[in-house]
């Protein structure tokens, strides 16, 4: 499992702290995957603009000549042939598979399925993750009575106060919470202002 860093100096690890965790191990594999993208998208243009591609039609011989916009997918236009290159042109340069812009009706399916193969080998690891995160969003926001929580924000009770919870009622503010120190203190607060710990067998899960 992954080493969290003991979190903001209170020594103990919440559900949030491994949530943001994850959440920011997620975004990076999806970084990972839509640069790749982003790469075989632009390789596959620059060769088609070699050949010789035209820009004006994407390769598939048709422009719009009309479209009442009143469609976002343009399925009302009207196509005419395109005048900006050649049947012997759109033979070399092929269609330009990478475009994804409005009224290019062309099956992509097959370029789609070519970049999913370069990329699929994330999936499993991006389907863990997605998991983790949904599993400690869940327990991030569990409030119930006898677990520990660290006050994390707000001013009425100090930042960095551990206390078990022996109370709960929604209010019109939010989930009132009362919690008792190790002490005996008893503390009030809102659980927005609030982050559950860890007990030492979750954290070694
Ligand atoms: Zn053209």
Redesign the pocket.
């Known amino acids: 499992m992954i080493n969290t860093e003991i979190s903001k100096n209170f020594g103990v690890i919440t559900y949030n702290d491994k949530l943001k965790e994850y959440q920011g191990l997620l975004s990076d594999i999806k970084q990972t995957v839509s640069k790749i993208e982003k790469t075989i998208r632009s390789n596959f243009l620059d060769e088609w603009l070699k050949k010789g591609g035209?820009t004006?039609?994407q390769?598939t011989?048709s422009?719009v000549v009309w479209d009442t916009l009143d469609s976002l997918s343009g399925c009302y236009a009207e196509y005419g042939g395109?005048d900006?290159?050649t049947p012997e042109r759109?033979a070399i340069s092929g269609i330009n598979y990478s475009y994804t812009g409005k009224y290019f009706n062309i099956d992509r399916s097959k370029f789609e399925d070519y970049l999913k193969s370069q990329t699929k080998m994330f999936y499993p690891k991006m389907y863990e993750l997605e998991n983790e995160v949904d599993h400690y969003q869940r327990k991030a926001y569990n409030f119930t009575k006898g677990i520990n929580v660290i006050v994390k924000k707000g001013r009425k009770v100090p930042v960095g106060i551990i206390g078990k919870i022996f109370y709960l009622k929604e209010s019109n503010y939010g989930l009132n919470v009362g919690f008792k120190d190790i002490a005996g203190n008893v503390y009030w607060n809102y659980s927005h202002n609030l982050e559950i710990i860890i007990e030492d067998t979750e954290q070694n899960k």
């Open positions: 035209c004006t039609c390769g011989g422009r395109c900006q290159c759109r």
